[in-house]
C-alpha cells in the first residue's frame, strides 16, 4: 500500500523565513561584512550578490555537553598494529587539565569562519539600507514624460481588431433576450392554448389551425431578430499613462592632474561604485558618463578613467562645460534623471572656481536631480570648496563632503543619502 | 494500464521490470508493488507508504528543518539550510537519498535526480524498512506516536507564528532560543512518558492545568513574609531532583508568560519525539540496510530485475555501509549504517549457518529461524542493548575493532582490548557502552528552587567518568535564566567531596 504524491512543484523555497530570519540575527555582523567587502569591486560589476564570513562561534547553538578530562573509553576499527596493553603517546592537541572556569568560551582555536552568500538584493538591501535619494517625490512628477499604453475598460467605437468577443456576445445575448421577452410569453400563452385544445374532446380543427398558424408567425417573429447587431459590439479601450522615467545617467567627473594619485583615484572610484549600487536599485537604465580633466576635459571609458596618469594644471569648469555639453546632446533633461558626482583633491586653478559656480548653478543644477561633490584631501581646503559652498547653501540638490581615509568613504555616502535629512540649508 | 498488477498477482510470467535509468511514476508503481509483496513475505508491518517526490533543493529544505516535515521558523534552520546549500554545491557531500518521517502514513522522500534503481533501493530501504522499525521497535512504541505528529507539528508551527504576531519576533526567538539550549534535558529518561500528543480534549485540559499553575505561581508571591521566614527550610523543592529541566521550568518558572509556557512544551514534546532516534540510529539503519540488501536481492533471484539493476545498486549499497579504518582520512568515526547492517546480516548468518563459536556466543539463536530473531531483535532493542547482546566475535574480527582507553591523568593512551579471544567481550561491552546515551550527554538536574527564598535555581552536575563539563556551560545557563528569571547556578562535588559553583548566571564578582 502506497501513495506518490509529485511534490516538485510545490513552493521551492520553504526554508525562505528561516533564511530571513538568520539575516536578521546576523544584521550587524552581515553589515559589517558588507560595508569592507565594498572595496573590492569593480563600478558597474553589480550582477553578483556578496560573500559573506561571520565567525563561527559568534553563531553557536550552546548546549551542556561534555568538555575534556576524565576517562573515555574509545572503539575503533580497523586495528593494524595495536596489541593489548600498548601505550601510545597521546596525540598533541594542547588539553589543558580542565577549562578555566571564568572564561566564557576559549574555543576559537582554529575553527572556520562561517562563509555564505548573499544575494544581490539582499547585499543591495543591507547596503542602502535607511538610504534614499534626496527630493525623488518632489521632482518626481515635473518630469512625467513618457507614457505607456494600459487598458481602461470597454467602449462602444473602435477598430476590428480591438472587439471584445465575450463581452460582445454577452450584450447580444442580453438584447435578444430582452427583444423577444413578451414575444416568448405570447408563445408560450398560445402553446397552453393549444394544449388545451389537443387535449379537448372535440376536433376544433379550425381553431387548432388558426392557434398554429398563430405560434408560427410569432415563431418566425422571434428568429428574425438577429443575432448579432451593432449595437451588441464592445471595443477594448486604452489610454495613455505618464510614467515616471526609469533612465537615468551618472556621470562621474574627476580630476586627474598630477596632484592626483592613484591612492586618491582609488577612493573615489569606491565612491562611484556605491553612487552606481544606489542608483540602479532607483532605475532600470543606467548610463554612465565618465569625464576626466585636467586643464582640458575628455570623456573617456572606465578603464582611462581611473588609471591613466596625466599632468599638468587644473581648470575644473572644463568637465563641467563638457558635462553640460554632453546633457544638452544626449540626455535630454526630460527623459533622463540626471546625476553628477565629482571627485577633486580640491586644487583648481583660483580664477576657475567662480566659473564653476556660475555653470553649475545656471546650467547643471536646474537639470540634475542631484550632484555631489567630494573633496578627498588631507589638506586644507581650497577655493573650489569655498565657492561650492555657496552653491550648497542656496541649492538642495548640491551636496558637498569631505574624505580623508578610504574609511570615510561609506560614512560619507551615507551621510549624503540619509533618510529625512537633506535639510535645505 | 493495469497489466502490471495482474502480473504481479499471478506471478506467472518473470519477465524482468524495466531498469531504465530514468523513473516515471507508473514504473515506481511497478517496482513499489514488488517491493511490497517480499517486504510482506518476511513479516515486515509498516504503516501505510506516503511517498513524495521532491527536488534537491525541497531536499535540503527538509534537512534544513531537521526531518520535521511542517517546522516552525527559526534562524537556526535558515543557518542549517545555508550550510547544507553550501557544502552540496561544493560537492563536499552528496544528499542524502531520502528523508523519512516516523508518522502514520510513514512519510518518506524520493529525489527527482535519483535513477529508478536508486528510487526502488530508497522505496526498499525508507517505505520498508524504517517504516517496519518505526511501527515495530519498543521505544518508538512507547514514546512517540505516529498518527498525531503531523498534526502537533502544524500546531506547535501555527501556534508559533501566532505568537511571533502577537509578541513580536524578537521574545519568540528568544525563548526559541533557550528552549533549544535545554533541548536534549526534556526528556524523562527514567520514566515511561505519555504519547507525545494527546487530542483536542486532553489538550484544553492541560492548558488550563497550566492556566491553574500560573495562578498558584501568582499566589507564592502573595504568602506573607514573616510565615516564609519560619518555614524557611523546612521543606525541599524540587522533592527529589529533576532531569527534565523543561518540563520543570514549564510547570514551575515563576514569571513565564502562558505563551512562552506552550513554546517550552512544544520544544520538550519535539524533543521527546527524537528521543528514540538518537537512540537506534545504529539498529535503525542496520535495519533498513539489511532490508533493503534482502528484498532486492529477493527480487533478483526471482529474475524480476536485471544484472544491471543489481550492479548500481551493488555500487550505491557498498558505498553506503562502507566503513574506513581508524587511520584512513575518512575516517570521522563507526559508520552506522556499516555496523547496523553487518550485523543483522551476521545475526542471519548465525541463524543459518552457525559455527561452534557462535554456538558458544548464542546458544538460543544459533540455528533458529532467521526472520523470527532478526524481528525480535528489531523490536525489543536499542543501539546499547542490541550490541551488547548480538555483537559476534567474527564481526569484531572483520571489524579489526579496538578499544582506547584514554585517562587525562597519563600522557599515554593505552590499548584496552583488542580483537582477541580475550578482548571481545570488553570490546562488545565498550562499544555499546558508547551508544548508551546517559554517558554521551551530561548529567544535570535541577535540586534546589529555593521558592520560599530569593528563588534561585540550582542544578547539579555529575560527571562521568571524572569528564568537566564543556565549557558552553555559561552560555547556556544564560537561557536557562531567561527563562528562570531569577539566580541560577551549577553546582558540583569536587575531590573533597564538597559541592562547589562551577558556573552561575548572572555572574558574581567573586575572588576566591
Not at chain 1, 562563509?115 to 512628477?141: A, G, H, R, V
Not at chain 1, 410569432?218 to 486604452?238: G, H, Q, S
Not at chain 1, 548653478?361 to 565657492?387: D, G, M, V
Not at chain 2, 528552549?179 to 492541560?206: F, T
Request: hydrophobic share 35%.
Amino acid at each position: 500500500m502506497a501513495n506518490f504524491i509529485d511534490r516538485r512543484l510545490n513552493s521551492k523555497n520553504k526554508s525562505t523565513v528561516n533564511r530571513q530570519r538568520f539575516l536578521r540575527r546576523y544584521k550587524n555582523q552581515i553589515k559589517k561584512s558588507v560595508s569592507e567587502a565594498i572595496n573590492k569591486r569593480g563600478v558597474t560589476d553589480i550582477d553578483s550578490g556578496e560573500s559573506i564570513v561571520i565567525p563561527n562561534k559568534d553563531l553557536s547553538e550552546p548546549t551542556f555537553h561534555q568538555g575534556d578530562g576524565g576517562i573515555k573509553d574509545r572503539v575503533h576499527p580497523g586495528n593494524d598494529q595495536f596489541s593489548t596493553g600498548d601505550r601510545i603517546p597521546r596525540p598533541p592537541k594542547g588539553q589543558g587539565q580542565g577549562a578555566g572556569q571564568g572564561d566564557a568560551s576559549d574555543s576559537g582555536e582554529g575553527e572556520d569562519d562561517f562563509t555564505f552568500s548573499i544575494s544581490k538584493e539582499e547585499y543591495l538591501n543591507l547596503l542602502f539600507e535607511d538610504l534614499e535619494l534626496p527630493n525623488l517625490e518632489k521632482n518626481q512628477l515635473d518630469k512625467l514624460i513618457e507614457y505607456k499604453t494600459v487598458r481602461s475598460g470597454y467602449c462602444a467605437e473602435g477598430v476590428a481588431s480591438n472587439i471584445d468577443i465575450v463581452k460582445s456576445l454577452q450584450g447580444s445575448i442580453a438584447r435578444r433576450i430582452a427583444m423577444t421577452s413578451s414575444k416568448r410569453k405570447q408563445l408560450k400563452m398560445l402553446e397552453e392554448e393549444l394544449l388545451a385544445l389537443i387535449n379537448d374532446k372535440h376536433d376544433n380543427i379550425k381553431q387548432k389551425r388558426e392557434l398554429m398558424a398563430k405560434i408560427e408567425s410569432i415563431k418566425e417573429k422571434i428568429a428574425k431578430v438577429p443575432f448579432i447587431d451593432t449595437f451588441d459590439l464592445r471595443f477594448r479601450n486604452y489610454a495613455k499613462q505618464a510614467v515616471p522615467t526609469s533612465k537615468a545617467v551618472m556621470f562621474c567627473l574627476m580630476d586627474v592632474s598630477g596632484s592626483m594619485d592613484q591612492a586618491t583615484k582609488e577612493m573615489a572610484k569606491r565612491f562611484y561604485i556605491l553612487l552606481y549600487l544606489f542608483l540602479s536599485r532607483t532605475y532600470k537604465n543606467i548610463d554612465v558618463i565618465y569625464i576626466r580633466h585636467h586643464t582640458q576635459a575628455k570623456e573617456v571609458d572606465e578603464h582611462e578613467f581611473f588609471y591613466s596618469q596625466e599632468t599638468g594644471g587644473t581648470i575644473a569648469s572644463s568637465a563641467l562645460e563638457l558635462m553640460n555639453d554632453i546633457i544638452s546632446e544626449r540626455y535630454n533633461d526630460n527623459q533622463w534623471n540626471i546625476y553628477g558626482a565629482q571627485a577633486s583633491d580640491g586644487d583648481n586653478w583660483a580664477d576657475d572656481s567662480p566659473r564653476c559656480q556660475e555653470i553649475l548653478e545656471n546650467q547643471i543644477l536646474p537639470k540634475s536631480r542631484y550632484f555631489s561633490y567630494i573633496e578627498i584631501t588631507q589638506r586644507a581646503h581650497q577655493t573650489l570648496w569655498k565657492h561650492y559652498q555657496q552653491v550648497e547653501e542656496s541649492h538642495t540638490n548640491f551636496a558637498m563632503q569631505h574624505i580623508k581615509t578610504v574609511a570615510d568613504i561609506y560614512p560619507v555616502f551615507r551621510e549624503f543619502f540619509k533618510k529625512n535629512t537633506q535639510s535645505a540649508a | 494500464m493495469t497489466n502490471y498488477q495482474n502480473e504481479t498477482i499471478t506471478k506467472t510470467t518473470v519477465t524482468p521490470l524495466d531498469d531504465t535509468p530514468d523513473w516515471t511514476f507508473d514504473l515506481l508503481g511497478q517496482y513499489q508493488q514488488e517491493i511490497a509483496r517480499v517486504a510482506d513475505f518476511y513479516r515486515l508491518d509498516t504503516y501505510t507508504n506516503q511517498i513524495e517526490v521532491i527536488t534537491a533543493e525541497q531536499m535540503m529544505d527538509a534537512y534544513a528543518s531537521v526531518g520535521m516535515p511542517i517546522g516552525y521558523s527559526h534562524w537556526t534552520f535558515g543557518k542549517k539550510f545555508i550550510q547544507t546549500e553550501q557544502t552540496y554545491k561544493r560537492g563536499q557531500m552528496g544528499l542524502a537519498y531520502e528523508i523519512v518521517i516516523n508518522s502514520s502514513p510513514c512519510i518518506s522522500y524520493l529525489m527527482e535526480e535519483n535513477t529508478l534503481t536508486m528510487q526502488a533501493l530508497v522505496m526498499a530501504h525508507a517505505c520498508y524498512g524504517h517504516n517496519s522499525f518505526f511501527k515495530g521497535n519498543y521505544l518508538f512504541k512507547s514514546w512517540t506516536d505516529a498518527s498525531s505528529i503531523i498534526d502537533y507539528l502544524l500546531f506547535a508551527k501555527n501556534y508559533i507564528s501566532q505568537c511571533e504576531q502577537k509578541y513580536g519576533i524578537s521574545e519568540v526567538e528568544s525563548t526559541l532560543d533557550a528552549c533549544h539550549a535545554l533541548m536534549s534535558h526534556g526528556v524523562d529518561r527514567y520514566k515511561r512518558p505519555q504519547k507525545i500528543s494527546l487530542d483536542e480534549e486532553l489538550k484544553r485540559q492541560s492548558e488550563r492545568a497550566e492556566y491553574l499553575q500560573s495562578q498558584v505561581n501568582a499566589l507564592w508571591r502573595t504568602v506573607p513574609k514573616k510565615e516564609q521566614q519560619e518555614n524557611e527550610k523546612k521543606y525541599k523543592f524540587p522533592k527529589e531532583p529533576q532531569e527534565n529541566i523543561l518540563y520543570f521550568i514549564e510547570k514551575n518558572a515563576p514569571l513565564l508568560q502562558p505563551w512562552q509556557r506552550e513554546i517550552v512544551r512544544i520544544v520538550r514534546k519535539i524533543s521527546q519525539y527524537f528521543y528514540p532516534q538518537k537512540q537506534t540510529q545504529v539498529m535503525n539503519e542496520g535495519w533498513a540496510c539489511f532490508w533493503h540488501y534482502t528484498i532486492l536481492n529477493h527480487l533478483y533471484d526471482e529474475g524480476l530485475v536485471t544484472d544491471k539493476f543489481m550492479l548500481e545498486f551493488l555500487h550505491s549499497h557498498t558505498n553506503v555501509v562502507a566503513q574506513p579504518e581508524y587511520n584512513s582520512k575518512y575516517y570521522s568515526g563507526i559508520n552506522p549504517y556499516a555496523l547496523g547492517f553487518n550485523m543483522f546480516i551476521d545475526i542471519r548468518r548465525i541463524c543459518e549457518h552457525p559455527t561452534e563459536e557462535d554456538k558458544e556466543y548464542f546458544p538460543e539463536i544459533a540455528g533458529s529461524n532467521w526472520v523470527d530473531t532478526v524481528h525480535f531483535a528489531m523490536e525489543n532493542f536499542k543501539d546499547e542493548s542490541f550490541i551488547s547482546q548480538y555483537l559476534s566475535p567474527k564481526l569484531i574480527r572483520d571489524f579489526k575493532l579496538f578499544h582506547i582507553h584514554d585517562d587525562s591523568d597519563n600522557n599515554y593512551v593505552e590499548i584496552g582490548a583488542i580483537h582477541n579471544e580475550q578482548g571481545y567481550k570488553k570490546v562488545r561491552h565498550n562499544l555499546a557502552n558508547q551508544y548508551n546515551l546517559s554517558n554521551l550527554e551530561v548529567n544535570i538536574q535541577i535540586v534546589d528552587a529555593n521558592i520560599d527564598g530569593d528563588r534561585a535555581l540550582t542544578l547539579r552536575y555529575t560527571p562521568h567518568n571524572g569528564v568537566e563539563l564543556g565549557n558552553s556551560k555559561d552560555e547556556v545557563l544564560k537561557h536557562l535564566y531567561y527563562l528562570w528569571h531569577f539566580d541560577v547556578k551549577i553546582i558540583q562535588e569536587d575531590s573533597d567531596g564538597e559541592d562547589k559553583v562551577i558556573a552561575c548566571c548572572p555572574q558574581k564578582k567573586e575572588d576566591d
